[in-house]
Structure formats: structure tokens, C-alpha cells
């Protein structure tokens, strides 16, 4: 096929922005994506979603939709369960149907886009009506709120450091650029963050070895040590080095049209996480594992429960090259793991 046929198709796939179906198993199961880049009205209702979080002895957990709070109704669970939106308590999750969409990690948006040599892009002028660009909370992407409790003094609740967010299968093999990209390299597009209140605990980038060109997908970017804005591709023998902010750094917009990145800060360990919550937390290892215990909540109060909860969200940044690499049935899961912890 000529170069001039094999690029007409490539920018005719971006310009009709083909429906995206994931399946998030989280032990979060969600099923039903479609992207920022398409405003096509058809979109797969989310079905058969599911949750699994291990909860720690002497803990007990909630979960609701975003911005809810616990009442006499509300289920506390103290070990094991699984959440699933057939379930009276997680019927919010009904309507979860993931789209690609931009953002800090707390508030989101879905920006008007235009093609420039042949690749969307934020269309940064012009007028953004907000009824075009608002996001809704577990309709576009997951919104927990998740309250904690325990009638135990002085304890913080960590997510532990075999917490899970990447494909199903974590030996998958993503392609090249000769066989195509697979479809679950969507997960290189994929954050979680996690905030108690305004104040972000955790912000992860869990797949950063993933980088997309606008054509072919690289599976080996590394962040050096030495510049936090370089990377570099091991191409077998031979090292080419690439500025890329969706890589290690999340880079997301704003309403008022601006395009913001938040660092990631590589140290000379081969297993590298940030050691600031205000920063990416990302690593090299390559397994889609946190690795490292991070604190989200301080248990606190006067009543017999000592109590406390965060917001965590999960969604595919459509400001990362990697979301543009993705296709119809890209899947890709998260396993909570929570800890309780003696301060």
C-alpha cells in the first residue's frame, strides 16, 4: 500500500474516532468506553461491573457514588466484597460508560478537538461552550467516594504496595510498530488519583513505559535520571531520546484553555517512584504495580468510629497519545488492595 493511502486511513481513523469499549475489571469490572474523540451518540452501557477490595482487619469500608455521604442505609463492609452495579447500594454505576476525557486528577473536561497533520489535537481557539466540555462523575469516569472507619485509635489507611492498574493479563504483549499496536495499550492513557479533599494523596501513571508517536507504539521508554522532562527509547543497541509529557509526566487542560503539567521526579533507582504526593507517582519496573505504600487517609475523631474519607478516580487522559492508540474491546483492570496502619 502507498505511504499517501496508508496515512489517508491512519487520519481517517482519528477523524471518525471509532467507539472505544473497555473492560476495566477492578477487580473493578466496567465495561462500556467511548472517547473524547468521537461525538458519536452511540456509546456501550456499562454492564457487569464489578469490585473487588481487600479490606485489612479491623477496618470497615463504604463506598458511594462521588459527593455522597454515609447515612443509616449506608452498607459498611469489613472484609472482602464485591461491588457490582445490580446491587441496590452501586446502582450509581449503571449509566458508567468511560470516555476519554482530561484532567488534575479532581475535576475533568472533554475539550473540542481539531486534525493538524493528521493528529487531534485541543482545538485552543475559539469559544468552549461548557455544555460541550463538562464531564459527569460515573458516567464518563469512575468516581468513588471511599469512607473509612475503625474503633481503633491513631490509625491511617495506606493503598498497599501491590496495588493493581494495568491489562488483564500483566505479561501482555502490547505489539510493535510492524504487527500494530494492541488494543489494551490504552492502559498507557490510563490515571488514578486519589484526593481527601482538595489535597491530592496519590496521582499514578501506572503504565509510562507506553508511549504512542501518532503512528507506531513503543513499549520500552525509560525516564532517565538526570532530566525529568527526558526519556529515552531503547531500540536495541541504539538509544533515541523523546520529550513527551504523557509519558512520566501527566499532562492535562483547563477550561480556560491552558495546558498544565504536573512532574513526575525520576531518582537514580531503577524502581523510581515519587517521593511527593503533590507529584506523579509512576515507576520502571514495568508491571503496572504501585510499589510503594501510600497514605490516603488519617483516622480520626472523638465518636467511638474513627473516621475519614477520600475521592478516587480512574480514568484514560485523552491528552495522552496512548488514548489516540486505542480500539474497540481495549481492556485493562485495577486491584485495590487498602491497609490499615498504626500511626
Avoid at 46 to 51: K, T, Y
Amino acid at each position: 500500500m502507498k505511504e499517501s493511502a496508508k496515512l489517508k486511513r491512519k487520519t481517517k481513523r482519528l477523524l471518525i474516532k471509532n467507539l472505544i469499549v473497555f473492560a476495566v475489571l477492578i477487580a473493578v469490572t466496567i465495561v462500556g468506553v467511548r472517547s473524547w474523540f468521537s461525538n458519536s451518540p452511540n456509546s456501550a452501557s456499562a454492564q457487569s461491573i464489578r469490585v473487588i477490595c481487600s479490606v485489612p482487619e479491623g477496618l470497615e469500608v463504604a463506598i458511594l457514588s462521588a459527593g455522597g455521604t454515609p447515612d443509616a442505609n449506608t452498607v459498611w463492609h469489613d472484609r472482602e466484597f464485591t461491588l457490582d452495579s445490580s446491587q441496590a447500594e452501586f446502582s450509581f454505576l449503571s449509566t458508567l460508560s468511560i470516555a476519554d476525557v482530561t484532567g488534575n486528577g479532581l475535576t475533568f473536561i472533554k475539550p473540542p478537538m481539531q486534525q493538524t497533520s493528521s493528529v487531534a489535537h485541543v482545538k485552543t481557539d475559539g469559544t468552549w461552550n461548557p455544555a460541550q466540555y463538562n464531564t459527569t462523575a460515573n458516567k464518563e469516569y469512575l468516581s468513588l467516594e471511599v469512607y473509612f472507619r475503625t474503633t481503633e485509635s491513631s490509625q491511617k489507611v495506606q493503598l498497599a504496595a501491590d496495588t493493581y492498574y494495568g491489562p488483564p493479563d500483566p505479561q501482555q504483549n502490547f505489539g510493535n510498530a510492524v504487527s500494530g499496536w494492541h488494543v489494551n495499550s490504552v492502559i498507557g492513557a490510563a490515571r488514578m488519583a486519589v484526593f481527601e479533599g482538595n489535597s491530592q494523596k496519590l496521582l499514578w501513571i501506572p503504565a509510562p513505559h507506553l508511549y504512542y508517536d501518532g503512528f507506531n507504539l513503543n513499549t520500552d521508554v525509560t525516564a532517565t535520571n538526570n532530566d525529568y522532562g527526558l526519556y529515552y527509547l531503547d531500540t536495541g543497541g541504539s538509544t533515541v531520546y523523546i520529550h513527551q509529557d504523557g509519558t512520566y509526566n501527566h499532562a492535562y487542560y483547563t477550561s480556560d484553555k491552558v495546558r498544565h503539567t504536573i512532574s513526575y521526579n525520576a531518582t537514580s533507582s531503577s524502581s523510581a517512584n515519587t517521593s511527593s504526593a503533590s507529584g506523579v507517582t509512576a515507576n520502571t519496573n514495568k508491571d503496572f504495580m504501585l510499589h510503594k505504600n501510600v497514605d490516603i487517609a488519617a483516622l480520626g475523631g472523638t465518636a467511638e468510629y474513627k473516621t475519614n474519607h477520600v475521592r478516587m478516580n480512574m480514568w484514560i487522559e485523552g491528552e495522552d497519545p496512548e488514548s489516540r492508540a486505542a480500539q474497540v474491546s481495549g481492556k485493562f483492570k485495577a486491584v485495590l488492595k487498602f491497609q490499615m496502619v498504626t500511626v
